[in-house]
C-alpha cells in the first residue's frame, strides 16, 4: 500500500469558493436581531466582554480531535460516543458548548493572547495546522458554579489547507513540532511568524464548513441524530446560545467536576437519565438541564444499553 501523503491537495472534493476570511465580529451584530431563540446570545451583546490582548500580541497552540470519516480534518463529529462540538466554527466560538480544554480557555482569559492556532492530526498523520482564531470575547460558561468555565468567541476565522508543522517557517517550527500534548503558548515573535503565515495562505473556512456538514449528515443517516450523543438533531447555532451562557457565581462548596468518567457512563441528577459518552456534557441529552452530569461506578451502569 502506497504511504499516505503529507497533503490534502488532492483530496479536495468540490470546488472553492470565492470568499474572503469570515469576521464574525460583523456576523455577531448584523444577525443578533434575527434570531428567535437568542436575541441577544452573540457578541458584543452581553453577556459577553471583550477580552484584552498583551502589546505584543501573543498566542497559544490548540490540539483537537479531528474526524477519520471526514476528507478534511475538521473535528470528531462522528466519533462514536463522543461525538465532538469545539472548534466550533459554526459560531467562531471554542467552550460555548462542551466541556474541551477548560484549564486552557481559563488560561487565556487570564493572559490575554490575541490568537489560538489550531493544530490537529489528519486521518492519523503527524501534527499539521490548520486554522487559527483571532480571539475578541469570553463569557462564563455553563459549569462556571463549579470551575473556571469560560467560553471564547473569536472575530476572525480562517481555516487553511493543512500543513505539516515540519513545513513551518523555521522561526516557529522548532517550537510547534517539540512534544506538546494539548496547548501550548507562543511568544510574540512565534505568533507573528504563524499569523503572518495564515493570512498568506488561501483561505477554506468555507471547505471546512461544508465537512463539518457533511459529518453531521452521516450520523444523521446512520442513528437519527447529527450528535448521537447529545441527541441532537440540528447543527449548532446562536441560537443555542442563551441556555449555555450563565453567569453563575464560584460556589467553593460545590463538587468538584471530572471531565471523564472511569466507565465512560454518566447519570443526571436532575432526571435520572444515564448517558454514555467519552467526555463530560453541558447538559443532559434527556432533559437539557445544565451542569447536572455525574461519573458512575461500574456497579451503577444501567444493565441494559
Known amino acids: 500500500m502506497a504511504a499516505r501523503s503529507e497533503s490534502y491537495a488532492g ?7 470565492p470568499t474572503a476570511r469570515l469576521y464574525y465580529a460583523t456576523q455577531h451584530v ?3 436581531t434575527t434570531m428567535v431563540n437568542s436575541p441577544i446570545a452573540s457578541p458584543p451583546a452581553a453577556p459577553w466582554q471583550s477580552l484584552g490582548s498583551t502589546d505584543p500580541p501573543i498566542g497559544y497552540a490548540s490540539y483537537y480531535l ?3 470519516l471526514a476528507a478534511l480534518p475538521v473535528r470528531a463529529v462522528t466519533r462514536i460516543k463522543d461525538n465532538k462540538s469545539d472548534p466550533n466554527l459554526e459560531t467562531g466560538t471554542y467552550g460555548l458548548f462542551s466541556t474541551c480544554q477548560q484549564k486552557m480557555r481559563s488560561g487565556i482569559v487570564q493572559t490575554q493572547p490575541r490568537y489560538l492556532f489550531f493544530v490537529t492530526r489528519p486521518r492519523g498523520q ?19 458554579r463549579r470551575i473556571a468555565d469560560f467560553a471564547l468567541a473569536a472575530r476572525t476565522v480562517k481555516f487553511i489547507e493543512p500543513v505539516p508543522l515540519t513545513a513551518l517557517p523555521p522561526e516557529v517550527e522548532p517550537a510547534m513540532s517539540a512534544r506538546w500534548r494539548l496547548n501550548r503558548r507562543l511568544d510574540p515573535e512565534q505568533t507573528q511568524t504563524l499569523l503572518t503565515f495564515m493570512r498568506a ?7 471546512y464548513l461544508d465537512e463539518i456538514a457533511r459529518a453531521e449528515r ?7 441524530f447529527r450528535y448521537p450523543t447529545w441527541r441532537r438533531e440540528q447543527p449548532w447555532s ?5 441556555r449555555y451562557l450563565r453567569d453563575a457565581p464560584y460556589d467553593p462548596k460545590a463538587p468538584k467536576i471530572m471531565n471523564s468518567s472511569p466507565t465512560g457512563w454518566w447519570r443526571c441528577a436532575d432526571c435520572g437519565g444515564f ?3 467519552g467526555a463530560l456534557l453541558k447538559a443532559c441529552p434527556h432533559c437539557h438541564v445544565l451542569d447536572t452530569l455525574r461519573a458512575v461506578s461500574a456497579s451503577e451502569i444501567p444493565q441494559e444499553k
Open 11 to 17: 483530496r479536495r472534493t468540490r470546488s472553492l469558493r
Open 30 to 32: 448584523s444577525t443578533s
Open 66 to 68: 479531528a474526524d477519520e
Open 126 to 144: 503527524r501534527r499539521h495546522l490548520v486554522g487559527y482564531y483571532e480571539l475578541g470575547w469570553y463569557a462564563p460558561g455553563s459549569l462556571s
Open 201 to 207: 495562505a488561501e483561505d477554506r473556512t468555507h471547505d
Open 218 to 224: 452521516i450520523n444523521l443517516y446512520y442513528s437519527g
Open 238 to 242: 446562536w441560537a443555542d446560545a442563551t
Open 275 to 277: 448517558v454514555e459518552n
